[in-house]
């Protein structure tokens, strides 16, 4: 059983359009990150958010983290076909900073 | 340009044969994620160490994997002996442990293939 868990797995979209990723658990996050991944890479981290209800903007990202900190989304407005990768989404919940990472979702951004 | 080192970039070796992964972390970090990335599994961490004391190691298959960090300059992971379902993308981080979170900055992978 994954402790984060994220939706959708995959998404294939045009140019253009917005779209929301997720990231869910049942578990309590001292903070959530999310980092991009592309072929043949290590995962670069896009942000890092601390309290509940916060909202970070990166261009035209913008993360969430749940009131509850349980949960985080991650919203894309206009895509890019730059924006195309696998997003994860990685947290702690032991007070250790043990980095522990989502499922993942793949997106693909057609011209 | 500070950036996580990770050797080999490519991996091909046998069945039953000993493979060591090594990694430079950043300077000044003191915290080092080792994971393993498959299609099926995703990003798992298998150990990580601060301060150059393993911290958890839970991860990793214990009767063949080993982690260990001899100076702050190098991290290995060890894989003896070594089976095809270890195929895999290793990855290692760093962090700088600050606050209430660690930022993890990662190499670029070593893609083991074990035939």
């Known amino acids: 059983t994954q402790l984060l868990e994220q939706s959708p797995q995959f998404l294939s979209i045009q140019e253009g359009e917005n779209l929301t990723v997720y990231c869910n658990s049942s578990?309590?996050?001292?903070?959530l990150q999310w980092y991009r991944q592309e072929p043949g890479e290590g995962p670069v981290l896009l942000v890092t958010?601390?309290?509940?209800?916060e909202v970070k903007k990166l261009k035209r990202l913008t993360f969430q983290f749940g009131d509850a900190r349980k949960d985080s989304s991650l919203h894309i407005t206009a895509a890019q076909p730059g924006d195309t990768g696998l997003y994860l989404c990685a947290g702690d919940n032991t007070g250790f900073q043990k980095l522990v990472f989502g499922t993942g979702t793949r997106l693909l951004v057609s011209p | 340009d500070a950036r996580v080192t990770q050797t080999p970039r490519h991996k091909v070796t046998e069945m039953g044969q000993e493979v060591t992964m090594r990694c430079q972390p950043i300077?000044?970090?003191?915290?080092v994620f080792w994971y393993r990335q498959t299609m099926m599994q995703g990003l798992e961490l298998l150990a990580y160490?601060?301060?150059?004391?393993?911290?958890?190691d839970s991860g990793m298959p214990k009767d063949r994997f080993s982690a260990e960090m001899p100076d702050a300059t190098l991290a290995t992971l060890k894989i003896q002996p070594s089976e095809p379902r270890d195929s895999a993308v290793y990855f290692c981080a760093s962090g700088l442990q600050g606050g209430s979170y660690t930022e993890a900055f990662f190499g670029q992978g070593t893609r083991l293939t074990v035939v």
């Open positions: 578990s309590v996050f001292s903070s």
């Open positions: 160490f601060r301060n150059r004391a393993p911290l958890d």
């Open positions: 958010v601390v309290t509940g209800g």
């Open positions: 300077l000044g970090h003191n915290t």
